[in-house]
């Protein structure tokens, strides 16, 4: 089909471009009930011929199971998981081959074909089984290699593009936190030079293999600031002068560069904008000053501008739905994420009343489908990608082994421990603190790779006393504390707490001079918690090869050549 023109659409059609919204509901659903039970196609049909929608989120794994022609030869049978299964929902994965065959399906429903969407923050694994699980943005900041990150772009887009994805929300571009307890730790970067180059080249990578990146979270976040917005209002409070040094200029080198698309933040930015609502600063997302007048005019932003999540508490509380969609829409922005089933009624009701000027629907839906159009999706056999998961997954966990080795990270060896000779090594104990239910299965890389080395291993979760710990020093020649803490898993601040947090209270008072800390993830491990052990070596990531890149860089197999690319003591702290 050739690209439509505005001309030939009509208004629903136009808003339609404009709609994101959570996938179950297209289907009826609620993301609550974890309700698997199959529904009739057709109705689904005509929800998008109705609608018209121009994105799918693509990573809400409930629905997939919903119309079982795709899913038949599933190992499991989703349709009789009990109402309020956890165990269903984000844990049971799936081939992304008989999805891809799915969206070809869905994307024929309404009159231009969506866009598939997902933050797939350390690739797809989370919902396709034959994809990779790779590293997080610190391991890539910590291995600086820009050729690798682009190398790591590209392959990912292969893969997404094997399950139909063509549109993915990274990298995070927000910077400016120096806070030790900032939400983003995990998957951001203080180093702002490092930062711009290495995004660069992993936008370049994505965007070369047919998948849109997107930089976030539009305008930052605050440097000391730990709200998340997903939970409460928050704002970043610099001037002007200070944004356009830092924040301000990452954004535009990354617009300058060619990225396809934008995320706004849903925290308030006084200096930009110090309009006052229902006693709050305006969030990023409804601001008009901000959206329309800063990012798409004074800094020429011609791409696809999408919203954060709309329901996070940040700005979902703020007002009444239906006013709050208007306010969206007339701020600037192209695309709701996660908009609600009726938005596309709302919009038109607005549209006709005069609420919002039909040019404004006319711009959005005009950088939609320009940005569908760079990705070729108005081109003949476009669906007919020519790989399947199984061609390029290899190169995937080549390029992500290569990034995670240069990644590994000396925090500090007070004794001179590392590397540890494993000649004398025979009985390793990992002691695990994680708030990750299914953390010891997760390690199992990490006790195979001590296991291919001669090793007997002991793992277990967590210490319940000082006399149990003497126990494993007397049993142990190496003794790991392994911790793995990241964002949203559980919800809340970045920290080790109760039980988990509990172990530190026994920890390193027996067999310290044969202990060694390791974080999987959120890097300030060693300084929220783990203070008292001598050698400590940031991982970074939990991904198999980061396991395994760990133990050969504990035994000297490979060198330590990681450069945080954050700061590892608070800067408060080093002043």
């Known amino acids: 089909m050739k690209k439509p023109q505005l001309s030939e659409l009509t208004l629903r059609e136009k808003i339609g471009q404009m709609l994101a919204p959570h996938h179950w509901e297209v289907y009826g659903k609620r993301e609550s009930q974890y309700d698997y039970k199959p529904v009739d196609i057709e109705d689904v049909k005509k929800r998008y011929e109705k609608e018209c929608f121009g994105t799918i989120r693509a990573e809400q794994i409930g629905v997939y199971y919903t119309d079982s022609r795709?899913?038949?030869?599933?190992?499991?049978d989703v349709t009789d998981t009990a109402e309020g299964d956890l165990l269903a929902y984000g844990k049971i994965r799936m081939p992304s081959g008989?999805?891809?065959?799915?969206?070809?399906?869905?994307?024929?429903?309404?009159?231009?074909?969506?866009?598939?969407?997902?933050?797939?923050?350390?690739?797809?694994?989370?919902?396709?089984?034959?994809?990779?699980?790779?590293?997080?943005?610190?391991?890539?900041?910590?291995?600086?290699?820009?050729?690798?990150?682009?190398?790591?772009?590209?392959?990912?887009?292969?893969?997404?593009?094997?399950?139909?994805?063509?549109?993915?929300?990274s990298p995070v571009m927000d910077m400016g936190n120096r806070n030790s307890d900032c939400v983003m730790r995990t998957i951001a970067m203080d180093d702002y030079d490092r930062c711009l180059s290495l995004s660069k080249a992993y936008v370049d990578g994505m965007q070369s293999e047919g998948v849109a990146a997107c930089v976030k979270h539009f305008p930052g976040t605050d440097r000391y600031s730990a709200r998340d917005t997903h939970f409460s209002s928050n704002a970043l409070v610099c001037s002007m002068e200070e944004w356009w040094s830092e924040q301000g200029r990452a954004f535009r080198e990354m617009i300058d560069h060619g990225?396809?698309?934008?995320?706004?933040?849903?925290?308030?930015?006084?200096?930009?904008?110090?309009t006052v609502i229902n006693g709050q600063p305006v969030p990023s997302?409804?601001?008009?000053?901000?959206?329309?007048?800063?990012?798409?005019?004074?800094?020429?932003?011609?791409?696809?501008?999408?919203?954060?999540?709309?329901?996070?508490?940040?700005?979902?509380?703020?007002?009444?739905?239906?006013?709050?969609?208007?306010?969206?829409?007339?701020?600037?922005?192209?695309?709701?994420l996660g908009c609600e089933i009726n938005s596309g009624d709302l919009i038109e009701a607005a549209v006709l009343d005069g609420r919002i000027p039909e040019s404004r629907i006319d711009d959005a839906c005009g950088r939609v489908l320009d940005m569908k159009e760079k990705l070729g999706m108005f081109e003949d056999g476009y669906a007919n990608y020519p790989y399947k998961a199984a061609d390029v997954v290899e190169k995937t966990r080549e390029i992500n082994a290569k990034i995670v080795r240069k990644s590994m990270t000396i925090v500090r060896d007070r004794r001179n421990m590392l590397p540890v000779n494993k000649d004398k090594v025979k009985k390793v104990s990992i002691i695990v603190s994680s708030h990750l239910e299914g953390i010891i299965e997760t390690l199992e890389p990490l006790k195979r790779a001590f296991e291919a080395r001669g090793m007997d291993v002991h793992i277990q979760r967590r210490l319940k006393n000082d006399t149990e710990l003497k126990e494993i020093s007397d049993n142990s020649d190496l003794i790991i504390y392994a911790a793995?803490?990241?964002?949203?898993?559980?919800?809340?601040?970045?920290?080790?707490?109760?039980?988990?947090?509990?172990?530190?209270?026994?920890?390193?008072?027996?067999?310290?001079?044969?202990?060694?800390?390791v974080s999987f993830g959120y890097p300030y491990i060693h300084y929220d918690s783990m203070e008292g052990v001598d050698a400590f070596i940031n991982?970074?990531?939990?991904?198999?090869?980061?396991?395994?890149?760990?133990?050969?860089?504990?035994?000297?197999?490979?060198?330590f050549e990681g450069n945080p690319p954050v700061l590892l003591v608070p800067r408060a702290n080093t002043m």
């Open 70 to 76: 795709h899913f038949k030869d599933m190992p499991v």
């Open 484 to 517: 793995y803490v990241a964002m949203h898993m559980p919800k809340g601040y970045l920290r080790l707490f109760g039980d988990e947090c509990a172990t530190f209270y026994h920890a390193f008072k027996y067999g310290k001079e044969k202990s060694v800390g």
């Open 539 to 559: 991982a970074n990531s939990l991904d198999a090869a980061s396991q395994e890149a760990f133990v050969e860089a504990l035994f000297g197999e490979i060198g």
């Open 259 to 274: 990225v396809y698309s934008v995320m706004i933040d849903h925290s308030a930015f006084p200096a930009a904008d110090d």
């Open 98 to 169: 008989p999805y891809k065959e799915y969206i070809d399906e869905i994307s024929t429903f309404p009159k231009i074909p969506p866009l598939v969407a997902g933050d797939c923050v350390t690739g797809a694994s989370n919902v396709f089984d034959d994809l990779t699980k790779i590293c997080n943005a610190l391991t890539i900041g910590a291995a600086d290699d820009e050729k690798l990150t682009f190398e790591l772009g590209a392959a990912l887009a292969r893969e997404l593009r094997c399950a139909g994805f063509n549109w993915r929300w």
């Open 285 to 336: 997302t409804i601001s008009k000053k901000i959206v329309t007048d800063l990012l798409k005019g004074e800094m020429g932003f011609k791409g696809v501008v999408i919203t954060d999540g709309l329901r996070m508490a940040g700005l979902y509380s703020l007002m009444p739905y239906e006013e709050l969609v208007v306010e969206l829409v007339n701020a600037g922005n192209d695309v709701l």
